[in-house]
């Protein structure tokens, strides 16, 4: 710690230490009990194998450690606010948590039996695609029920150990980069999938007045997004899907995506490009989060081989093996950064 720093600095540097230790201890422990319920749930168990290089448990803690000094560097250097994780108080926090928990054996039972496509005779009235109607990490109701709604950031924190939200600020950082020296008020940025609406969330208590549109396939997570972003008046949100957008062409600045490409399929992700380059002014960004890829950080290929074989990801692989500068650059986008954040990625596209 720098000794120089005010006693200030030093109070806000230990309420964001304690803070950020207490979320990933809560949700560790969450991942706990999943890995108990699922080898009991297992006869004989399950184990998951790959070939490829495996991160310890050291190195994935330590590498955890550096995205939240990274993130508490970013605080201090005022490109954004001291992080809300927006969490909620802890009835509702222990509600959620009991929800994740209670879903856990059924979700073992789908992931035994191979039963992925549930959701489509359970919701068969709801028109979306194909590729969306299905049991996305084997949880109850896919992405489409309100139950599914109220655990997914609980069940996203648990996977990245407490650190997701973390991964997702450091989208700020591009954005700020971006944004500065410019009028927030005569900009628009949309976000695609913009699920529970945790980042439109971070987006709002950075850039203020800024307009921000977010869209989702999935009307209850956008109901999620509602309670999230309640009283953000500069914030509105829209069912669409990315491949098809309801905007006209040149009318956003700004297009951001947060783990949503690894959940489509490859022709899905080729017409959602097109559609970005579409809606973007000249000299406009993409701004995209999502899984890091094969040979990004080579210690952790093992552990992208992996993720597909314990959660019902079917268009993972594919996504891993995708070039994205070349996806890009064939919508007529320059690729402008490519960076990790953990098990995540920073890629920033521009259009010319």
Same mark, same amino acid.
């Given at each position: 710690m720098d000794q120089s720093a005010s006693p200030g600095r030093v109070v806000a540097r230990a309420a964001y230490a304690a803070r950020q230790a207490a979320r990933v201890a809560w949700f560790m422990g969450h991942g706990l009990v999943m890995?108990?319920?699922?080898?009991? +749930?297992?006869?004989? *168990?399950?184990?998951?194998r790959t070939r490829l290089p495996v991160p310890s448990n050291e190195r994935i803690l330590a590498d955890m450690a550096r995205l939240f000094a990274r993130d508490l560097a970013n605080v201090e250097a005022g490109i954004y606010p001291m992080p809300r994780d927006g969490d909620? *108080? *802890? +009835?509702?926090?222990?509600? #959620?948590?009991?929800?994740?928990?209670?879903?856990? *054996?059924? $979700?073992?039972?789908?992931?035994?039996?191979? #039963? $992925?496509?549930?959701?489509?005779?359970?919701? +068969?009235g709801r028109a979306r695609p194909g590729y969306y109607m299905q049991n996305f990490h084997f949880q109850s109701g896919g992405w489409l029920t309100e139950g599914s709604a109220r655990i997914y950031d609980t069940q996203v924190e648990v996977l990245f150990k407490g650190s997701a939200n973390a991964m997702r600020r450091q989208l700020l950082v591009p954005l700020r980069d971006f944004i500065s020296g410019r009028d927030q008020r005569r900009l628009r940025l949309l976000d695609i999938g913009c699920g529970t609406g945790r980042f439109l969330r971070f987006v709002a208590q950075t850039f203020p007045r800024l307009a921000s549109i977010g869209i989702d396939l999935s009307d209850t997570y956008l109901g999620e997004a509602r309670r999230h972003l309640k009283n953000r008046h500069r914030t509105s949100l829209a069912l669409a899907k990315g491949e098809e957008l309801p905007f006209a062409g040149a009318s956003f600045d700004c297009v951001t995506s947060l783990f949503l490409f690894h959940e489509l399929p490859g022709e899905i992700r080729i017409q959602l490009v097109r559609e970005m380059a579409r809606v973007l002014r000249p000299g406009g960004r993409v701004l995209l989060l999502d899984s890091l890829q094969y040979g990004d950080v080579p210690d952790y290929d093992g552990l992208l081989d992996l993720f597909p074989q314990s959660f019902h990801e079917p268009y993972f692989a594919d996504y891993m093996g995708e070039d994205l500068r070349a996806l890009f650059a064939a919508a007529g986008l320059r690729r402008v950064v490519e960076e990790p954040a953990f098990m995540a990625k920073v890629s920033v596209f521009e259009k010319s």
């Open positions: 890995r108990q319920l699922r080898q009991r +749930a297992s006869r004989p *168990p399950v184990t998951p909620g *108080p *802890p +009835a509702m926090r222990l509600a #959620r948590s009991g929800a994740f928990l209670a879903d856990l *054996p059924r $979700v073992h039972v789908r992931r035994r039996q191979g #039963r $992925v496509r549930e959701v489509e005779a359970e919701l +068969a």
